[in-house]
């Protein structure tokens, strides 16, 4: 187990960005921390690297977001809707309903 303690964070101003690339980027990070905990099972504990902590501040365009235990019926607003009022639709990979 790595016993450093980071208490640093990394901040970034993402400003104003799409929700899936956002997202992406989100996961791109979390995979890199991944990775070094993969890699920190087979090293000796002075040796490990420690894993990056993030703060990250962005605003998107309105989107709504179904997660894996929604159901698509709940989502009242059609494609053409969406468009008039600038939204986009997503599924991701954790929460709930719309």
Known sequence: ?????????????????????????QEALMKENLDIKVKNRDTEPEEQEITNNHLLFVEHPHVYTLGKSGHEENMLANADKLKEIEAT???VNRGGDI
């Open 89 to 91: 639709y997503v599924k």
């Open 1 to 25: 187990m790595n016993h450093k303690l980071n208490k640093i964070v990394k901040f970034e101003d993402l400003g104003t960005r799409d929700y899936m690339p956002t997202w992406d980027y």
